[in-house]
C-alpha cells in the first residue's frame, strides 16, 4: 500500500456573507505574515535571533487587545503564516529560494484551514464559523483531506483541498514507451511522430492586455472604474492561465493513460529564459508546469518516467546510425546525418533519442 498526496483544486459558489467571510480571513492571514516578517527584521537588526514560534506567542500575547478581530474568523488565518514564515525563511538559509516578502492585497488572497475544521458532503464543504459552502464538483480523490486552503483568483473564490490516497498506484494497461521533445512550435513531439500544437494563450490576449494595461494607467488611483478594470485585467490573465493548464493537462494525461515508459529532458528553463528573443515564448508554453503534471500523474498511474541528463544530445545525435553532429543551428529545423545521409525532423530525431534511452 503506497499512500500518494494530491491536491484538487475547486471552484466555490459562495453567497455574498460568505465572500465578505473570505475576504477578511485573507486580509488576517496577510497581515499576520506582514507582522511576522516585519518583527523579524526588527528583531534581527535589533541582534536577536528570531524565531517565527516565538513570534506566534508574541502575536497571541498582544492578540486580545490590540488585535481583536482577528477572533472573527478561523485561528488558522493567524496561526498559519507563521508556519509558512519559518519554512520560507529556512528555505532562503538553505540557498534554495529568496527571501521571503511582504504581502499584497490582490495579489495574495488566501487562507490554510486544517483538516480538524473540514467536512466534505458531495458538493458542499463546512468551513469554520461559516458553516456550508457550495463547490462546483465533488471531491474526485477517495481519501484522507490533510488540509484545505481557500484563494480568490481574480474575482473567484476556489478551495484547494490535500488529499491523503490510500489506494495503490494503478497500472499503465500498455507497455509502450515513448520519447517526449518539448519545443516552441510544437508543444511536445513524440518518438512515434505525433505533435501536439502550443496553444500560445499570452500571445494571442498580448494585445488586448496592453491595450487595458495603457487604459489603467490614466484611470484615478482609487476610483471605481479603475477597480473595475483591474478585475477584468486579473480575469484576463486567469484565462491565459486556464488555457495554458488545460493544454498541458490534456497532452500529461494522455502521455501517463497510453505508455508505460515515457522519457523527457532536463530542460535549463532558467537558462532559457535569459534568451530575450525567446523568453516569452518559452514561458507562454509552461515547461515546468509540464513536467510537474507529468511527475505527479506518473506517481499516480505507476509509469516509469525517465528524466535524461540535461547534457545528453538528443538534437545533436543521429537516430538512425548514431552518429553526433559538433555543431546544430536551432535555424536546422531538419537533421541531416552527415555519416549516413539520413534526413529526419529535428524534434522528431531527438523523440526518437529519448526514447532509445529506455532500453539502454
Not at 538553505?94 to 499584497?104: A, E, I, N, Y
Not at 495574495?108 to 458531495?122: M, P, R
Not at 505533435?195 to 484611470?219: D, H, N, V, Y
Amino acid at each position: 500500500m503506497t499512500n500518494l498526496t494530491l491536491t484538487h483544486k475547486i471552484r466555490l459558489n459562495p453567497t455574498y456573507k460568505q465572500k465578505q467571510y473570505f475576504k477578511q480571513a485573507c486580509g488576517i492571514a496577510r497581515f499576520t505574515w506582514n507582522w511576522a516578517l516585519e518583527e523579524w527584521k526588527r528583531q534581527y537588526e535589533a541582534g536577536t535571533k528570531p524565531n517565527a514560534f516565538k513570534l506566534k506567542k508574541q502575536l497571541n500575547a498582544i492578540k486580545p487587545t490590540e488585535f481583536p478581530w482577528m477572533y472573527n474568523v478561523t485561528k488558522y488565518a493567524n496561526q498559519q503564516p507563521f508556519i509558512h514564515l519559518q519554512t520560507a525563511f529556512n528555505r532562503f538559509f538553505q540557498g534554495t529560494s529568496r527571501r521571503p516578502k511582504f504581502k499584497k492585497k490582490g495579489i495574495h488572497d488566501s487562507f490554510y484551514i486544517g483538516n480538524d475544521h473540514i467536512k466534505l458532503e458531495g458538493k458542499q464543504i463546512k468551513l469554520p464559523k461559516l458553516g456550508w459552502v457550495r463547490m462546483r464538483e465533488s471531491l474526485r480523490f477517495p481519501g484522507k483531506v490533510i488540509s484545505a486552503t481557500v484563494s480568490r483568483v481574480a474575482n473567484k473564490w476556489f478551495v484547494s483541498l490535500n488529499v491523503e490516497l490510500d489506494q495503490s498506484p494503478s497500472s499503465c494497461n500498455s507497455q509502450a514507451g515513448v520519447g517526449v521533445d518539448l519545443g516552441i512550435k510544437a508543444l511536445a513531439t513524440l518518438s512515434n511522430g505525433e505533435t501536439f500544437e502550443a496553444p500560445k494563450p499570452l500571445k494571442i490576449f498580448l494585445k488586448k492586455l496592453k491595450r487595458m494595461q495603457r487604459s489603467l494607467s490614466r484611470r484615478k488611483k482609487g476610483s471605481k472604474n479603475r477597480h473595475k478594470l483591474r478585475q477584468k485585467i486579473a480575469s484576463t490573465h486567469a484565462r491565459i492561465t486556464n488555457l495554458r493548464q488545460y493544454s498541458l493537462h490534456k497532452l500529461t494525461s494522455y502521455l501517463t493513460d497510453k505508455f508505460a515508459g515515457i522519457v523527457i529532458e532536463d530542460l535549463n528553463v532558467k537558462g532559457m529564459l535569459s534568451n530575450r528573443k525567446l523568453s516569452s515564448a518559452i514561458a507562454d508554453i509552461g515547461f515546468y508546469e509540464f513536467r510537474r503534471q507529468l511527475e505527479y500523474k506518473s506517481k499516480y498511474k505507476g509509469n516509469y518516467l525517465l528524466v535524461a541528463d540535461r547534457w545528453f544530445p538528443s538534437s545533436k545525435t543521429c537516430a538512425n546510425c548514431g552518429h553526433k553532429k559538433e555543431q546544430l543551428k536551432l535555424s536546422e529545423r531538419v537533421y541531416q546525418c552527415e555519416a549516413c545521409g539520413h534526413e529526419i525532423d529535428r524534434d522528431l530525431n531527438a523523440a526518437i533519442n529519448l526514447k532509445n534511452l529506455l532500453y539502454q
